[in-house]
């Protein structure tokens, strides 16, 4: 009889969670876009008011051809749903709290509205009418059904990884069998050599980029940033009110340590080897090892502070597959440093904190020279990164004065909080002594004020396209004093603030921005949804993963930057025409092609599964009550906010999004390293299995 009951019991708990995965993937599916007034006179020719409505959401669910796909979806989805939704063991308290509904929630929302913005440009496809809702409640009910189910199992997964790095002695989580061949070579990659060997890999598994995209890809501001060292005219230079052009053109629309790197190895290979394209390829080679460098260090440090192995690995294999990676490490741009630079100063964070723990011997002088480097390299590397910088070392200040106050370690918390503090120091006295005197004393103009205006010029833009007849004279004049009127409702672009931007007047005076603002006010309290929409349509594809992002930096594009109308008069870059490296280029063009276009794949090309990691990780710390997690979190939100405050969408670029794409895989390992007094491993951690990650603390020595 209790077999019987059982069994019933098991056939009601599978249909169940049937009908549930099949009510997920069917309103997942629910497509936001107009139906066609043909396709409902089609079902009932003479429909009207709620008839239409429920046929409008009836020609909305997926069609006939689609209707494999949904059924097999919600198959899939079966065992998920019912883990997440039916059952009552064990781990059901963990399936509980806030997180698990507002994270999911959060995400529904930025599909539903992220679909009508990709589709419409505008929330009409959400808010514009009755059907138009009910299209809109059911495809959030199903993205928040599935969402929650995503995030459920994310965190079970990280809390196993955590209980097994807690139980495993030795931190480094559990060793393949030594008697495996495999086991044998991992043990002697990541264990034995966590630095040198990993970055062998990395550099061997990355040499087709290097060679196929020789001599680097460039982009628009590689060519503007060699314009400018070398004196020629360029579009960052043009439109400011220079200090002395007599003197020089740099400004520092482009941070002027990454332009004079830039410039210097141009300059090096034309005057050594007569090429400029031997210059770019000197820079490429440099930045190429630099980034391996930072990623190869991070892995280290993760060794160093007792991460499971398996965590290691899987945030290596990551950076090693994806081509965003390695597609970047020979793209030459600014961001690239930059990102090595935060994976090495967030690293050496991670470490401080970390030296508490044993008083502070496990940070030493080699430590503190890379957390200074780093931290300047971040503010040198990057306009507006000192709040970065300070958005890192806050948080590790905080937690060296939380474990002095607790009085655990308290030489090693005292330590840490005046490395912490003198750097943050030393790294404002730079950046104020070179803004505020050798900067201006060596001519180099400041940028403009515009590039941190973008929100609010957008939303002008936006308004004077849908009000143009409705504005007075006055407001026009306002207006006019900081932007041309006559034309930003023709250059605005939802996607990006560019062309709205360049209409900006240099010589308008504090009073005109001023009176520009007070129309702004007034203008957003006469149609907010028109200010809510313009920024919405510029940054929404940051959380939306509907579909591909275009790839932009491609070799392709790289050679019509080299062909500009603007570079081609000075200098011939060109890439090589070899048969190997044209077949390189082929190779990594395809790989990254293939990544791009898959349907699981490409996320990882996409801005918005970083974001979203960096909010899963967000509400995992907190539901954890991992402290320690905010020496990388906070650095990534600063990435965040002063990303969203940019001119593009992601749709149009992803490097905006590149360094959270960094530090990612690096997060998440960090977040499975196991939990120790006062937040970080100690020392007696570490692998007790092997040598030792060079500058990290013996066993059993704190």
């Not at 931190?171 to 034995?192: H, N």
């Not at 991992?626 to 650095?635: C, E, H, I, K």
């Not at 149009?652 to 960090?670: D, G, N, S």
């Given at each position: 009889m209790e077999r019987q009951l059982a069994s019933k019991r098991d056939t009601r708990r599978t249909l169940c969670a049937c009908l549930l995965g099949l009510l997920c993937a069917l309103l997942v599916s629910v497509d936001l876009a107009p139906v066609p007034t043909k396709a409902v006179e089609a079902l009932w020719p003479h429909a009207t008011g709620a008839v239409y409505i429920a046929l409008e959401v009836l020609c909305s669910l997926p069609g006939r051809e689609d209707s494999l796909l949904v059924v097999a979806f919600g198959l899939l989805l079966a065992r998920p749903a019912a883990t997440v939704y039916l059952d009552r063991d064990a781990d059901r308290p963990r399936m509980r709290g806030a997180s698990t509904w507002v994270v999911p929630a959060l995400f529904a929302l930025a599909m539903v509205f992220g679909r009508s913005f990709d589709v419409a440009g505008s929330a009409e496809l959400v808010c514009g009418g009755i059907s138009e809702g009910i299209k809109a409640a059911l495809s959030f009910i199903g993205w928040l059904l599935l969402a929650r189910i995503g995030i459920v199992h994310l965190f079970r997964l990280l809390d196993r990884a955590r209980a097994a790095a807690d139980a495993e002695p030795t931190?480094?989580?559990?060793?393949?069998?030594?008697?495996?061949?495999?086991?044998?070579?991992?043990?002697?990659?990541?264990?034995?050599h966590p630095f040198a060997l990993p970055a062998a890999l990395l550099a061997l598994a990355w040499l087709p980029c290097l060679i196929g995209y020789a001599p680097g890809l460039f982009m628009w501001d590689t060519g503007t940033q060699i314009l400018q060292w070398f004196g020629y005219p360029n579009n960052a230079s043009s439109y400011l009110n220079l200090i002395d052009p007599g003197t020089t053109i740099l400004t520092q629309h482009h941070p002027p340590l990454t332009t004079a790197l830039i410039g210097l190895c141009v300059q090096l290979g034309m005057a050594l080897w007569g090429s400029e394209n031997a210059g770019a390829f000197l820079f490429n080679c440099l930045q190429f090892t630099a980034v391996i460098c930072s990623y190869a260090h991070a892995h280290a440090a993760l060794a160093r502070i007792g991460c499971p192995r398996a965590a290691r690995m899987a945030?290596?294999?990551?950076?090693?597959?994806?081509?965003?990676?390695s597609n970047y490490a020979v793209l030459i741009t600014k961001d690239v440093l930059f990102a090595a630079a935060l994976l090495l100063f967030v690293t050496q964070l991670v470490l401080l904190v970390r030296a508490q723990c044993t008083e502070g011997a496990a940070f030493g002088g080699r430590d503190i020279a890379l957390l200074a480097a780093s931290a300047l390299g971040i503010t040198l590397t990057r306009n507006g990164a000192l709040a970065i910088a300070a958005a890192g070392i806050v948080p590790a200040a905080i937690a060296c004065l939380h474990g002095r106050r607790r009085g655990e370690s308290c030489a090693g918390a005292r330590r840490g909080l005046r490395i912490a503090l003198g750097t943050l120091g030393a790294v404002v006295a730079v950046n104020v002594a070179l803004t505020g005197i050798v900067y201006p004393a060596l001519g180099i103009t400041p940028g403009s004020r515009r590039e941190v205006l973008s929100i609010p010029f957008q939303q002008t833009a936006r308004y004077a396209r849908e009000h143009e007849g409705e504005l007075s004279q006055e407001e026009r004049d306002a207006i006019g004093a900081v932007l041309d009127i006559d034309a930003i409702g023709d250059a605005y672009n939802p996607n990006k603030s560019d062309a709205v931007k360049n209409t900006f007047n240099e010589d308008a005076t504090a009073e005109d921005l001023a009176a520009y603002f007070r129309v702004w006010a007034s203008e957003f309290a006469r149609d907010p949804v028109c200010y809510l929409e313009a920024t919405a349509a510029n940054y929404y594809a940051y959380f939306y993963a509907g579909h591909a992002s275009g790839w932009s930096y491609t070799s392709d594009f790289s050679r019509e930057v080299m062909n500009w109308e603007m570079l081609t008069p000075y200098f011939s870059f060109s890439a090589p025409d070899h048969p190997v490296v044209r077949a390189l280029d082929g190779l990594c063009t395809l790989w990254r092609t293939a990544f791009q276009k898959l349907p699981l794949t490409t996320l990882t090309m996409q801005a918005a599964l970083y974001c979203w990691s960096l909010i899963a990780l967000t509400a995992y710390a907190a539901r954890t009550r991992?402290?320690?997690?905010?020496?990388?979190?906070?650095?990534m939100w600063a990435v965040l906010l002063i990303t969203l405050i940019g001119p593009c969408n992601a749709?149009?670029?992803?490097?905006?999004?590149?360094?959270?794409?960094?530090?990612?895989?690096?997060?998440?390992?960090?977040a499975v390293s196991g939990a120790c007094a006062p937040g970080m491993a100690p020392t007696d951690r570490l692998c007790t299995q092997g040598p030792q990650v060079p500058g990290a603390t013996a066993p059993g020595s704190a």
């Open positions: 931190g480094c989580g559990t060793r393949p069998s030594s008697a495996s061949r495999a086991g044998r070579a991992a043990a002697f990659v990541f264990d034995s945030a290596f294999a990551f950076v090693l597959v994806v081509p965003v990676y991992q402290g320690r997690m905010a020496v990388v979190l906070a650095p749709a149009t670029y992803f490097r905006y999004a590149y360094p959270l794409a960094v530090l990612a895989p690096f997060a998440f390992a960090y």
